[in-house]
Nanobody, 114 residues
Framework: VQLQASGGGLVQAGGSLRLSCAAS????????MDWYRQAPGKERELVAT???????DYADFVKGRFTISRDNSRRRLYLQMNSLNTEDTAVYYCKTRVCGKDFWGPGTQVTVSS
């Protein structure tokens, strides 16, 4: 299983970014997928999750601002991030679980400036 996140960068507060995660080596269409993030000095935290059928759930701190989605035909996971603020600055990771084992991509840095 390989996951590769991309789309991070530097954005001003109030701006938007769209993260993408390319998956390979797995049956993507049947896998639940997650976005996590880790800010400097903080523990990694769950941002959003999407089931194989497309139902999604979000952490309270991103509800109404972020949208998780997937394209099973392209084996890609997305995170649309709107109304970004400085507290969203973190490394963002995509993650899945296959046969009881967690797999993580290398992460993409998101920096929100004030």
């Amino acid at each position: 299983v390989q996951l590769q996140a991309s789309g991070g960068g530097l954005v001003q507060a109030g701006g938007s970014l769209r993260l993408s995660c390319a998956a390979s080596g797995m049956h993507f269409s049947i896998a639940a997928m997650d976005w996590y993030r880790q800010a400097p000095g903080k523990e990694r935290e769950l941002v959003a999750t999407i089931a194989s059928g497309g139902s999604a759930d979000y952490a309270d701190f991103v509800k109404g601002r972020f949208t998780i989605s997937r394209d099973n035909s392209r084996r890609r996971l997305y995170l649309q991030m709107n109304s970004l603020n400085t507290e969203d600055t973190a490394v963002y990771y995509c993650k899945t679980r296959v046969c009881g084992k967690d797999f993580w991509g290398p992460g993409t840095q998101v920096t929100v400036s004030s």
